[in-house]
C-alpha cells in the first residue's frame, strides 16, 4: 500500500485504505470521523455520491466519493479507452475502443448487462444531462462521432467530424457537443439535437482531452506538440465567439482535463511527465506542477475535489487549494490467461454521472 506525495497542503493528511480495513470501518473514513470535519462537504459540494474508477484493461470499481469503499467492481474484458455514466448512475458504459465495443454496466452488482459492437474503433465517451444519448468519438474513413441510444442500446447515427478525432464532451445544457481532432489540429462544434456541424476551429497541435467551464462559455482543450522537445498546451477557447483565445504552456503530456465548479481552476494530466498541471483561468498562467502521477483526472458537476486516477489508487484533491484530502486504495483485479493471479488495480480514468438538473430545454 502506499500514498501519493504532493506539492500542495495536505489538510488532514492522506486517508489510505486497504481492502482489510474496508471491511470493518465505517463508510466515514477514520481520518475525517477523529478530526475536523472534511473542508468539502459531499452533501453541498458535489451531486455524485460515486466515482466510478476505470481500468485499463476494462476493469470498474465503483467508489464511495466520501470513505472510499469499493461499492462493486466490473470486468468488460477489453482495452478502455473513454468511460460515460448514466445521469442517476445506475448504468456505466464502458468503451473497449480498440474492439469497437461499448459495454453496459450495472452500477450496483458489476454485471455486464449489455453489449453493443459498433465495428469501428472508438475513443472517448460523453452523456448527455437527461441521458437521452451516447457520445462515442471514432475512427471510420476519418473522425465520427457514434451516436448511441442507451434506453434500446443501439446505434442511431455516425456523425462525419473531421480526421482521428479524441476527446468530445458537452455544454452544461446538453445542446452543443465539441470534439478534438487530433490529426488535423481542430475542435468542431456539434449541434447536439440536430446531429449538425456548426463551427470548426483551429488550434494547431494534437488536442487530445476537452472540458467546458461550468458557464459553458470556455472550451479548454490539452494539446499535445510533437518536435525534438514535446511540450503540451492548454488551448482556451471562447465558446461564443468560437475562437481560441489563449494558450498555456503547462508540461508534457497532454492527458484528461478538468475545471472547478467557480470556474477559477483547470487541472491537465501530464501524462508523460507524471504530474499534474494546476492552470489559473483568469490569467491564463500555470500556477504549479503537482507530483502526481495521474493517468487520468475528473471532478462531478458542482464539486470542487478533484480526483485523480493514480494507478493502484484514487487521490483527493481540493480544487481551492490543491490540499491533499484522501488516497483511496483500490481493489487488486485478476486478469484472466495473463497471470491468474490478483494484481494491481490500474486506474486510467475517472467518469461522474452528468448534472441532470443542467439539461436543456
Do not use: C
Not at 164 to 181: E, H
Not at 246 to 251: A, D, L, P, T
Not at 308 to 316: D, I, M, R
Amino acid at each position: 500500500m502506499w500514498a501519493q506525495s504532493t506539492g500542495g497542503p495536505r489538510r488532514f493528511g492522506t486517508a489510505v485504505f486497504s481492502l482489510a480495513a474496508l471491511v470493518v470501518v465505517s463508510a466515514v473514513p477514520a481520518a475525517f470521523a477523529e478530526g475536523p470535519p472534511p473542508a468539502v462537504d459531499p452533501a453541498s459540494s458535489g451531486r455524485s455520491p460515486h466515482a466510478y474508477v476505470v481500468g485499463r484493461e476494462g476493469q470498474v470499481q465503483v467508489v464511495d466519493t466520501v470513505g472510499g469503499k469499493v461499492l462493486a467492481t466490473a470486468s468488460t474484458g477489453g482495452r478502455t479507452t473513454g468511460a460515460a455514466v448514466a445521469p442517476d448512475g445506475r448504468l456505466v458504459y464502458v468503451v473497449n475502443g480498440w474492439t469497437g465495443v461499448i459495454s453496459a454496466i450495472d452500477s450496483a452488482t458489476g454485471a455486464v448487462v449489455d453489449r453493443l459492437s459498433t465495428g469501428i474503433q472508438l475513443a472517448q465517451a460523453v452523456m448527455t444531462p437527461d441521458g437521452a444519448r451516447l457520445y462515442v468519438t471514432g475512427a471510420s474513413d476519418g473522425g465520427v462521432i457514434a451516436v448511441v441510444d442507451p434506453r434500446k442500446f443501439h446505434l442511431t447515427a455516425l456523425i462525419r467530424v473531421g480526421g482521428q478525432v479524441q476527446g468530445i464532451t458537452i455544454s452544461p445544457d446538453g445542446r452543443l457537443l465539441y470534439v478534438a481532432g487530433s490529426q488535423d489540429g481542430t475542435v468542431t462544434v456539434v449541434d447536439a439535437r440536430t446531429l449538425t456541424r456548426q463551427a470548426v476551429i483551429e488550434v494547431g497541435g494534437m488536442p487530445q482531452h476537452l472540458a467546458v467551464s461550468p458557464d459553458g462559455r470556455t472550451v479548454y482543450a490539452s494539446v499535445l506538440h510533437l518536435g525534438r522537445e514535446p511540450r503540451a498546451t492548454l488551448a482556451v477557447i471562447d465558446a461564443q465567439a468560437r475562437e481560441v483565445v489563449g494558450s498555456v504552456e503547462v508540461g508534457r503530456g497532454a492527458g484528461a482535463v478538468a475545471v472547478t465548479p467557480d470556474g477559477t481552476r483547470v487541472y491537465v494530466a501530464l501524462t508523460r511527465q507524471r504530474a499534474v498541471a494546476v492552470v489559473d483561468a483568469a490569467t491564463r498562467a500555470l500556477l504549479r506542477t503537482l507530483p502526481y502521477d495521474a493517468r487520468g483526472l475528473s471532478n462531478a458537476p458542482g464539486d470542487r475535489r478533484i480526483f485523480l486516477a493514480t494507478g493502484s489508487s484514487t487521490t483527493v484533491l481540493d480544487g481551492s487549494d490543491d490540499a491533499e484530502l484522501a488516497t483511496f486504495e483500490l481493489e487488486e483485479v485478476v486478469l484472466p490467461g495473463i497471470t491468474g493471479t490478483a494484481t494491481e488495480f490500474e486506474a486510467t480514468m475517472v467518469a461522474f454521472a452528468p448534472d441532470s438538473a443542467q439539461r436543456g430545454n
